[in-house]
């Protein structure tokens, strides 16, 4: 099995709402991302999940939160977003952090959101 | 700095053969990856490159050149389906950098 599942596929939230979008795999992998991404844009690394510890953070606004309860989930809090959030939020996995593996990153389908 | 170039756009027609270029720049290099991303979906793994030269799966070949900093993605018997963006990448302090992608359009 090489599914990465996300849920929702699409959410509408204001601007002072709270949500969550989650994030799960059953192949065992120990490094998991969150990426966002702009129409007609390559995907920007968001955070990076390593052995359930948070491995790198890219500078993002505190209005995004990350979480991972175990290693086959991940999870991202939205809270007070701006409409430029708005974009494709992906979810994707691979093996570790060693550079061979980290080449090789299963995506998941992801959750495309609109701030408004 | 570090930075991928690849063309913006590329036309083919069906049963063709195109070639995807990619050069790079950045320090301590590990090698290049490939993923394809068709519209409105997911990006999906095509191949990777850690040494020179060419790595064969099905109708999808890639090739790399460390000292030319240079890389391409070849595809063959092309078919509509491939219509995809197609994104180079390599991995800098334990970050997947993307190029900007490549949009291919296969014609009939």
């Known amino acids: 099995d090489t599914e990465v599942t996300q849920t929702p596929k699409h959410l509408v939230m204001g601007m002072t709402n709270k949500k969550s979008l989650k994030c799960e795999q059953h192949m065992g992998h120990r490094a998991m991302y969150w990426y966002k991404q702009k129409a007609k844009k390559p995907p920007e690394l968001m955070f990076v999940y390593s052995y359930e510890k948070l491995s790198i953070n890219e500078s993002v606004p505190s209005r995004f939160s990350p979480e991972c309860p175990n290693s086959s989930l991940l999870n991202l809090h939205l809270h007070a977003l701006q409409p430029e959030d708005s974009a494709l939020y992906l979810c994707?996995?691979?093996?570790?952090?060693?550079?061979?593996?980290?080449?090789?990153?299963?995506f998941g389908p992801g959750t495309r959101l609109t701030v408004t | 700095g570090q930075s991928l170039e690849q063309p913006s756009e590329v036309t083919a027609v069906e049963g063709a053969i195109v070639q995807i270029n990619c050069t790079y720049q950045?320090?301590?290099?590990?090698?290049l990856s490939w993923y394809q991303q068709h519209d409105g979906g997911a990006p999906t793994f095509l191949s990777y490159?850690?040494?020179?030269g060419l790595e064969e799966t099905g109708r999808f070949s890639s090739f790399l050149s460390r000292s030319d900093s240079y890389g391409y993605l070849l595809l063959q018997e092309l078919q509509m389906k491939d219509s995809a963006s197609y994104f180079c990448?390599?991995?800098?302090?334990?970050?997947?950098?993307f190029g900007q992608g490549t949009t291919l359009q296969v014609k009939p």
């Open positions: 950045t320090s301590g290099f590990y090698g």
């Open positions: 490159n850690a040494l020179d």
């Open positions: 990448a390599f991995l800098n302090t334990g970050k997947l950098i």
């Open positions: 994707a996995s691979s093996q570790d952090l060693a550079s061979g593996s980290a080449y090789e990153q299963y």
